[in-house]
């Protein structure tokens, strides 16, 4: 628990489900208010916001598409109408799907980017509106992925978006770090969520991920959700423009085990 969070609002991109719904949990058991967007899934929006309750914190669900300027406002509003202001935005919300670049489409290349890239700066330039114009010390954390380090084959676009997310965020930490406005990144490795479920249940599949960890298992959502806490922290009150891997070693060269090579 870091109790200086106690009442800070919270705006999660994509929080239905995965990391982002393990983000808004963690948020609501540290006493945050946290607004919960989500894209199409009203019912798992919904199902978070009811386990926050219960649990005796603050949510709300609201519908938006973060690849849409006018969407991602609406946002602060909402953070601003339900809980009085706006102290942390995560752009967690990201797709992905598989192509051999020579027969990706333009939709597809812009539908990803759209989300992944597109999405997190008008998530965080939404968020800095209300920063600046309050004179607010605001966090901001942008899901990346080991894939902005590591190349993806059939992947091109997600990995050129992640490696986008990267520069934005160094670019952006640097831009505003003199108003005390922290800006960083997370890069999750292979994570137990919807967006993998198909893959990790195929039990060939699953062991060809866990052997590129070096720590020899996948890792959970809960495990990104407790980075997420830290970094919005006053513990990480002097850190900005990094990406914190939570990836069990997987950008590690997990070839050279062993001290083979
Ligand atoms: P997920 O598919 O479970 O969740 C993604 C969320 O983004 C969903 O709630 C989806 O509705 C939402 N979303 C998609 N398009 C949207 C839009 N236009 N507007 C608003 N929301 C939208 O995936 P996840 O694994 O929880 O991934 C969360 C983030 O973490 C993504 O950015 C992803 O790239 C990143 N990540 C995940 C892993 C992993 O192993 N799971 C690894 C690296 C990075």
Redesign the pocket.
């Known amino acids: 628990m870091y109790k200086e969070l106690t009442g800070k609002v919270a705006v999660i ?8 719904t393990a983000i808004a949990k963690r948020f609501g058991e540290e006493k945050m208010s946290v607004v919960i ?5 009203r019912v ?1 929006a919904e199902k978070a916001v009811a386990e926050i309750v219960k649990a005796g914190g603050k949510a709300v669900a609201v519908q ?4 849409s300027e006018e ?1 991602a406002d609406s946002l602060v509003n909402t953070a601003v109408k339900s809980f009085g202001g706006l102290d942390v935005w995560v752009n ?5 799907n598989s192509h051999p670049t020579k027969d990706l489409s333009l939709e597809d290349w812009n539908r990803v980017i ?3 890239l597109t ?1 997190v700066f008008l998530g965080t330039k939404a968020a800095l509106n209300y920063f600046t114009e309050h004179g607010k010390k605001g966090n901001i954390i942008n ?5 902005e380090r590591i190349p993806w084959p059939n992947f091109a676009h ?1 990995a050129a978006s ?1 490696g986008g997310v990267k520069l934005f965020t160094e670019t952006v930490a640097m831009e505003y770090a003199p108003q005390n406005i922290r800006v960083n990144a997370i ?10 479920a198909k893959k990790f249940s195929d039990p060939e599949q699953l062991k060809t991920t866990t052997g590129m960890v070096p720590m020899q298992r996948i ?1 959970e ?1 809960s495990e ?1 959700a407790d980075a997420a806490a830290f970094l919005v922290s006053d513990q990480a009150s002097y850190i900005t423009g990094v990406t914190l891997f939570v990836d069990g070693g997987m950008t590690l060269y997990p070839s050279f085990q062993g001290g083979r090579g």
């Open positions: 991109t994509g929080g239905s489900k995965g990391i982002g967007n989500y894209h199409t899934d798992g938006a598409d973060i690849s969407d967690n919300a990201g797709m992905e759209g989300v992944n999405g899901m990346s992925s080991v894939h997600y992640k890069g999750p490795g292979a994570i137990n969520t919807p967006i993998n890792g959502p990104v």
